[in-house]
């Protein structure tokens, strides 16, 4: 039986939000933002196992994050850029018997603490043994604007057809390896190195409150998300 693995990069340094320490390790509500994400995964029960991947000079995650699971990895092999620390883990992951090619991965950002289980569950019965994968994404709901180099309106876009990717990001793990052993330029999430062999994800309904914690204003927002809603 294949199974669902959660891959969590969390080896980046958050740059942009600016806490003096990666953003995952940023304690909200009591908890560490990566610690919520993982207790999102570890509790679904259509997911069999966590990895999280961690800097290899990770000095945060022991005390940040006190979590014992049987269902948990943790490997400390991340790289210099998102798609480098993914495609480690899953080279881990292989190499270590803890997934097989025929397994679905499922990537998701560590800094998405407030993925709603019920988006979790949409993606995995939507993608379903589908070979293309599949991702949550919004719709785009703002019209959008090309700017010139003043930062003047150069043009107004069509937003026709366009959607803002989230993660999870869902394909086999097989397809994903190969993917990413590409050749990682311009790989900012996993579904653009599936395309470029010509594949083609599915788009699956995501969740505005599934934001990425990623500039210090977001922080109060995640917090009223974290303390509220019926899925948590
Ligand atoms: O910086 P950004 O928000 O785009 O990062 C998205 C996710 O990728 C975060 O969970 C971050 O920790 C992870 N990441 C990583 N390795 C890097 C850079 C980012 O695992 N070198």
Redesign the pocket.
């Known amino acids: 039986m294949n199974r669902r693995i959660a891959l969590i990069?969390?080896?980046?340094v958050?740059e942009r939000f600016g806490a003096g320490k990666?953003k995952?390790y940023v304690e909200i509500n009591g908890k560490t933002v990566l610690a919520h994400t993982l207790d999102i995964f570890l509790q679904h029960a259509q997911i069999d196992r966590v990895a999280v991947?961690l800097s290899p000079d990770d000095v945060f995650f022991q005390t940040a994050c006190r979590i014992r699971h049987d269902r948990l990895t943790v490997l400390r092999c991340?790289?210099?850029?998102?798609a480098?620390?993914v495609r480690n883990g899953i080279d881990a992951l292989l190499q270590q018997g803890l997934a097989s090619g025929s397994d679905r991965i499922l990537v998701h950002?560590?800094?998405r603490c407030c993925l709603p289980p019920e988006a979790l569950t949409r993606l995995i019965e939507a993608v379903g043994d589908d070979e293309n994968g599949g991702i949550l994404a919004i719709p785009v709901a703002d019209t959008l604007k090309r700017a010139d180099a003043d930062k003047r309106t150069a043009e107004t876009v069509s937003r026709e057809r366009l959607w803002q990717a989230q993660t999870p990001q869902m394909f086999q793990t097989a397809l994903l390896q190969r993917a990413l052993s590409g050749g990682l330029d311009g790989i900012t999430d996993e579904a653009s190195a599936v395309e470029r062999l010509g594949f083609k994800p599915r788009l699956v309904q995501g969740d505005v409150r599934n934001l990425?914690l990623?500039l210090p204003q977001d922080e109060h927002i995640v917090r009223l998300l974290l303390s509220d809603g019926p899925s948590r």
Do not use: F, L, W
Not at 9 to 12: E, Q, R, S, T, V
Not at 78 to 82: D, K, L, T, V, W
């Open positions: 990069p969390a080896a980046g958050g990666p995952q991947v991340g790289g210099i850029s998102r480098e620390s950002d560590a800094a990425k990623t």
